[in-house]
């Protein structure tokens, strides 16, 4: 089928044949596979003569008259009347001057739109209109830009029919009683339904099998890659259990082969680790301790850890990591940390010296000690900025097992640093860290015990559950949805006119009077960083002497030199500048708990995650916070981003959001557009699915990644995703 030419179909001419593959049709693969995007319920129908003001409704007339004119402020506006011979319907379409073209005299059409009255004519405006020609059947499939490529919707549905009756029995790779336990219809009957359904429940059937199989192959693939790691890699398997009470291990892969073995009493006890948390002024939160005990699951199993913990600002996953490097540490083994910057490097390290004054790591008679002996544990800072003799003498002792825990930036895989007994990595990813940098540091630290540390990989960017399954399906999933008790919410406020904007700056020298500090984020402006540095410098200029006249005001942005940039944070950090303009720059590692106020300017230019990340800078204090977003662009788009703001502080909430609203297509980011692309599944639609899939993907993968047992399967797989496809899936 994929090699067959839709030429060979019936109708297909050379015209068509080129016409066909301008909308991306080769093959007759391609035109089974090219699903409607919306079917005509001539059941729904109703008569003119029914319906009523107010009233959505789906409408089949005949076009009796058509008319192309301009309104008074230079719009164009087709205006039909159409009989369905119970009744006329008046019809305007605004900015849509095509219509005219396409709705001549005699056209029939289905028109889906609300009646409303206007001016006392009863209407419809901008309905959805589909010309279904002189299809019968009461679900008739709308195609996909058809009418660009001068194919009529029921043309591409003789095709198709033509097809179907002589593709014969589509087979299909995953067994019945697989099916029957997913409650999935067969590939045959769904590919026949999804173009000729006779109701929408067996539409939805079909739709529901078709966007699983993508989603399964997708799945797939990324299990296959995490068993060829976990079987070509040999881990670590460290001394420790889950002491926070959840046993119940997440269920890695699900083959005999990686059970992790029973959990028992560890041999050195989790002494530090529990030493450690008990030593801390508050009780973890419920997130925090089952984030640990999958860890120590992990950890203990020998199959490599690599997971993902996502958590929102201020969820605490300082201390998850910290927890983690411990379990190696009281182990005997060495742990790094690995931060996006020096500035974040230096912040950890400052965290981590303070959390493990006066703990003891346990020695080894390689440094000297009796064995029970201990000694003071030991953290250091490895940065691009150590001088080098300092840094000679640091490597050494990462050589010896001297230091137990080191801190640092990329250099920390980049240099010729060698571990005694690397047995835990984590990784703080500001951004985002592709499965090959990972796959370099994997080597890296295979040290000279020959055994993969466990990763943990952390990140900020809250991304919906089901992304995430998708983007880093190779790895196993932690998430902190829980913040810790006592934090101040943050009051967010969207100033929508000038009033409200003077509303906002009032509350701002209130606030300053107080002793307490801003931030102001300047619009976004397209071009160089010279031109976004310009236009911040303007604003700053512009409010200095306006809303903020007679304050301490300061600037920041990119162009600025790094000397200069720190220099007006610590400016601001004491207190020297009241109100900060600033671009973007401010987005991460910025902690000043001072700061009560956030207002960004023309709002509307952000996306969702970026207001959520800038909002995150104030509510580090004790002090109550406020968010303004400034905006006076009026539109449902506008609306429903900042209002999503406005109601909520919960990034994840935030992310599911963004992800209905854009779609998958900013997550899958830079995969390229191929075969393996969700053609009928969503990412924010259908969650229930992207999870069965992942769960049908671990049990056909099970310990035999190449799926002998699956040989259709396996082939599929090839014939979908090219080498190219998988390296770009990977690339996110
Ligand atoms: P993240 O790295 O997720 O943004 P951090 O780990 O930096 O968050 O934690 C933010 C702050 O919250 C730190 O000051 C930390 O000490 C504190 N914190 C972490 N966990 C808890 C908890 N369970 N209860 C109270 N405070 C906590
Ligand atoms: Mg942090």
Redesign the pocket.
């Known amino acids: 089928m994929a090699s067959i030419p839709v030429s060979r179909l019936k109708g297909v001419g050379e015209k068509k044949t080129k016409a066909l593959s301008e909308i991306g049709i080769e093959t007759v693969f391609d035109i089974l596979t090219y699903y409607p995007r919306r079917y005509v319920d001539r059941t729904r129908q109703v008569a003119l003569s029914q319906l009523a003001v107010g009233e959505e409704a789906l409408v089949l007339a005949r076009v009796r008259r058509c008319q192309l004119r301009r309104t008074r402020n230079g719009r164009t506006l087709v205006e039909v009347d159409a009989f369905d011979g119970t009744g006329y319907l008046h019809v305007v379409f605004f900015n849509q001057p095509w219509r005219s073209k396409q709705l001549q005299e005699g056209t029939e059409a289905a028109f889906f739109g609300k009646l409303e009255r206007f001016r006392n004519i009863e209407q419809m405006s901008n309905p959805i209109v589909d010309l279904i020609g002189d299809r019968t059947g009461r679900i008739v499939p709308i195609y996909p830009q058809s009418e660009k490529a001068g194919i009529p919707t029921w043309e591409i549905a003789k095709y198709v029919d033509d097809a179907l009756s002589r593709a014969g029995d589509i087979f299909d790779p995953i067994p019945e009683d697989f099916l029957d336990k997913l409650d999935l219809i067969d590939r045959n009957s769904a590919i026949h339904l999804i173009h000729k359904p006779s109701s929408l429940t067996e539409m939805a059937a079909a739709r529901k099998r078709l966007a699983f199989d993508e989603l399964l192959r997708l799945q797939l693939m990324l299990v296959q890659s995490k068993v060829e790691t976990a079987l070509s890699s040999k881990g670590i398997s460290h001394d420790v259990i889950p002491i926070f009470g959840n046993q119940t291990h997440t269920s890695r892969l699900n083959s005999g082969l990686f059970q992790p073995p029973e959990p028992q009493t560890a041999r050195n006890g989790t002494d530090l680790v529990q030493r450690f948390f008990a030593s801390l002024p508050f009780d973890l939160t419920n997130a925090q301790k089952r984030a640990l005990d999958e860890i120590a699951n992990d950890m203990r199993s020998p199959i490599p850890m690599h997971r993902l913990l996502q958590g929102d600002?201020g969820s605490g996953?300082?201390l998850v990591a910290l927890g983690m490097l411990l379990m190696a540490v009281q182990g005997g083994y060495q742990g790094a940390l690995m931060a996006p910057t020096e500035v974040l490097a230096e912040?950890?390290m400052l965290a981590l010296t303070r959390l493990l004054k006066g703990f003891k790591a346990p020695g080894s008679s390689d440094l000297g000690l009796f064995a029970g002996e201990e000694r003071e544990l030991r953290v250091e800072l490895l940065t691009g900025k150590v001088p080098a003799a300092r840094r000679k003498k640091l490597l050494d002792d990462l050589y010896s097992g001297a230091i137990d825990i080191v801190v640092g930036t990329h250099a920390l895989i980049s240099e010729a640093v060698e571990f005694r007994n690397l047995g835990a990595v984590v990784i703080?990813e500001q951004h985002r860290f592709g499965v090959e940098q990972r796959a370099i540091l994997r080597e890296r630290s295979r040290s000279g015990h020959g055994l993969d540390p466990d990763m943990l990989i952390?990140t900020?960017t809250p991304i919906p559950r089901t992304a995430a399954m998708t983007v880093f399906g190779d790895l196993d999933l932690t998430i902190l949805d829980e913040m810790p008790p006592g934090r101040t919410p943050i009051l967010t406020r969207w100033a929508k006119n000038q009033e409200q904007y003077q509303l906002v700056f009032d509350r701002v020298r209130d606030e300053i009077s107080k002793g307490r500090q801003v931030y102001v984020v300047c619009p976004l402006v397209e071009g160089s960083e010279r031109v976004v540095a310009k236009s911040a410098t303007e604003e700053y200029q512009r409010l200095s002497q306006t809303e903020l006249k007679g304050l301490k005001v300061g600037l920041l942005h990119g162009q600025m030199q790094p000397g200069e940039k720190e220099e007006v944070m610590d400016r601001f950090r004491n207190q020297q500048i009241d109100a900060l303009v600033s671009t973007t720059v401010i987005e991460v590692g910025v902690d000043v708990p001072n700061a009560t106020v956030m207002v960004i300017e023309d709002a509307d230019r952000f996306g969702i995650a970026q207001l959520h990340q800038l909002r995150g800078r104030v509510g580090r204090g004790k002090f109550k916070s406020y968010c303004y977003l400034i905006s006076f662009v009026d539109s449902e788009e506008t609306n429903e981003r900042l209002e999503a703001l406005v109601k909520s502080t919960d990034g994840f909430y935030l992310a599911e959001k963004d992800l209905e609203l854009r779609g998958e297509g900013t997550i899958l980011g830079r995969r390229q557009k191929g075969r393996s692309d969700l053609k009928l599944a969503s990412l924010a639609k259908d969650r229930d699915l992207v999870a069965l899939a992942q769960v049908v993907a671990k049990e056909i993968v099970g310990g035999d990644p190449s799926l002998n047992q699956f040989p259709q399967l396996a082939h599929e797989l090839e014939a979908f995703i090219g080498p190219d496809d998988t390296e770009f899936l990977f690339l996110n």
């Open positions: 600002v996953k300082t912040q950890h703080d952390m900020a």
